[in-house]
């Protein structure tokens, strides 16, 4: 019975080459095993957590001081939900520098960005709710952004809010998002994301061009149930380790009179908040991030020249100009980060220019120039087909973002001024 | 089948089934509509306290004689700073930085707001000296009365640039 049970979720048989740990490293099924730790975990924190600026702190101390494991159980929920966020981030890399979102995988492709998203919103939902001064000026931060989005900006932050300021309506609504309206989205959408994945014929692999396809078929019971228990038995033992020895943070109580110096937004935020240091509000948080989307959207309706699904980073050429890509945006990054921090920007330089141009239009038609450059070079030395080209501007972008989140993160001290990581701490 | 009757009739004219249909589509739609519209509307309410009280709003800050010239004060209670210029006009100042809205304090020794967040920063009539900031402090209206000021928390004034016309003087201007 057990083992119709299993057969319902998996097929009879699979492809013995699926099961090479180095074609997925597990990324997906890791992110489950999550996804239920997390469930679980914050189930039993439900029953004690109380969703008022009054109290909710409190109620975390109690949980932590008072609640037999309920330090324990605190600091799973925290360190699963930080591990999922790297690990969904890390089975976005793997699916596309295998191919894997090439059509009929496309429409999957898009749910799973859709379950990135929820990701997102459930980590950064649940940043608030201890209500001390980091959460509470991490969200005041990341709702102020929204501001700058045209027309519906307004609407969206009073609708987050619940009000002008973070404060009692926000935490209500932020408790609500991430105790059920986000839970029941995820709980539609995974399904959907795994039947597609079955109807694809299971994961990307490459075409077997001689011989027949059933030489590598082996059967799904023990062979693919026994890797993703060990996986999983693994990844849980981690999270176990990691709980019992470091603490799940908890600073003071909100205080909504004093910023804390530097306030920071949660690391997986840094990213947008570094390009926020650089350029108008506008274009940080609205054009760049629509124009990322987009790229996103239609990267499985584009068409590609060969089939390189299952084999990663298409080909040598391939992995070459994506190294080439990762390099030049890494170095233009840092130029970036560094220049601006000790040349006047250029609002001060160009008085009497509105800050949109002077701060917003001129360094994007920077951006747009360098990005010019970044594609001419790649294309006069590699010569890429349209496979590589495309993976070698996802590598470009994506390796901008992470150089900037890492300065954010480990680089950015009092004032939000560059410092080394060692001094940061204290 | 009857289905396939059916379709093949439809093709050639327009039959009362598929009128019907298009009828309770268009229904089914319009009832989307109203159940997404009242959603948003149910969840768009004005909270209690979002509206302050009339007297809540207005906030005494005190003689002007408690303020000398080039001074930045704090009004813990009403969120802003009352700022006199060197020329002895009065500005009361949001407390929120116009970028992210962090709380913006006074640096007495640069003489400026820094923002602890993004590292703006503004001179003592709420002008960006540095971005991101990108555009003044925001300003509440000042009233003077029998030497006395009042601050109105309930209207937030925003402005793209520092004009000598939103700083409040008494009437008899002191040289």
Not at chain 1, 4 to 9: A, C, E, N
Not at chain 1, 64 to 74: D, E, M, P, Q, W
Not at chain 1, 91 to 114: D, K, M, Y
Not at chain 1, 139 to 166: A, D, F, H, N
Request: glycine share 6%.
């Amino acid at each position: 019975m057990n083992k119709s049970l299993i057969l319902h979720f998996r097929p009879k048989m699979v492809d013995a080459r699926a099961l090479r740990f180095s074609m997925t490293f597990g990324l997906g099924g890791m992110a489950l095993v999550l996804v239920f730790i997390l469930f679980f975990t914050g189930l039993l924190l439900k029953f004690y957590y109380l969703p008022f600026p009054e109290k909710a702190h409190d109620s975390i101390l109690y949980i932590r001081n008072s609640v037999l494991f309920g330090a324990f159980i605190r600091n799973i929920h925290f360190w699963s939900a930080n591990f999922l966020i790297v690990i969904t981030f890390l089975h976005f890399l793997r699916v596309f520098f295998t191919s894997a979102f090439h059509q009929p995988r496309g429409v999957n492709w898009i749910i799973g960005l859709g379950l990135l998203i929820i990701v997102l919103s459930f980590n950064f939902t649940g940043y608030l709710l201890p209500w001390d001064q980091l959460s509470f000026w991490a969200v005041t931060i990341c709702t102020g952004m929204l501001e700058y989005i045209p027309l519906t900006g307004k609407w969206l932050q009073s609708m987050t809010r619940g009000g002008l300021e973070v404060g009692a309506p926000t935490l209500s609504i932020f408790f609500a998002a991430h105790t059920a309206l986000l839970p029941g989205a995820m709980i539609i959408l995974l399904p959907f994301h795994f039947w597609r994945v079955r109807k694809a014929g299971g994961i990307a692999l490459s075409e077997i061009i001689d011989g027949d396809k059933e030489k590598y078929r082996v059967k799904a019971i023990p062979y693919l149930l026994l890797r993703e228990v060990v996986t999983a038995l693994v990844l849980i033992a981690l999270i176990l380790i990691l709980s019992i020895i470091f603490d799940a943070p908890t600073g003071d109580k909100a205080n909504p009179g004093l910023s804390p110096n530097p306030s920071k937004a949660p690391w997986y935020f840094m990213g947008f908040q570094e390009i926020l240091l650089h350029i108008h509000p506008f274009f940080a948080v609205c054009i760049i991030p629509v124009i990322i989307l987009i790229f996103l959207l239609v990267l499985p309706f584009i068409k590609y020249v060969s089939n390189s699904k299952g084999v990663w980073f298409i080909s040598g050429r391939g992995k070459k100009s994506a190294f080439f890509s990762f390099i030049l945006a890494l170095v233009l990054s840092i130029i970036v980060v560094i220049t601006d921090e000790f040349i006047p920007d250029f609002s001060a330089m160009l008085p009497g220019i509105p800050m949109l141009v002077s701060n917003g239009l001129i360094p994007c038609f920077i951006m747009a120039l360098a990005f010019a450059i970044f594609y001419f070079l790649l294309n006069k030395i590699y010569r890429p087909d349209r496979n590589e080209n495309v993976q070698a501007v996802f590598v470009f972008i994506f390796s901008v973002f992470i150089t900037f989140m890492i300065t954010g993160i480990w680089f950015r001290g009092s004032s939000m001024k560059l410092v080394w990581p060692w001094l940061l701490a204290g | 089948m009857a289905d396939t009757d059916n379709k093949e009739k439809s093709n050639l004219q327009p039959s009362r089934r598929s009128f019907l249909n298009t009828i309770w589509a268009a229904l089914g739609i319009l009832a989307a509509l109203e159940l997404i519209f009242m959603v948003f509307t149910y969840l768009g309410r004005k909270k209690p306290g979002a509206q302050k009280e009339q007297s809540e709003r207005l906030i005494d800050a005190g003689i002007i004689d408690k303020y000398p010239v080039g001074s930045v004060t704090a009004n813990i209670m009403g969120k802003f700073y009352l700022c006199r210029m060197e020329d002895g006009g009065f500005i009361a100042l949001s407390s929120k930085c116009t970028h992210l809205g962090c709380t913006v304090p006074w640096d007495d020794k640069g003489k400026r707001f820094i923002c602890p967040c993004h590292g703006s920063s503004f001179d003592i009539s709420g002008a960006v000296i540095s971005s991101p900031a990108p555009r003044p402090l925001d300003m509440y209206p000042v009233h003077i009365e029998n030497n006395t000021i009042i601050v109105d928390t309930g209207k937030l004034l925003k402005r793209n640039e520092f004009l000598k016309t939103q700083l409040v003087y008494t009437k008899k201007v002191s040289k």
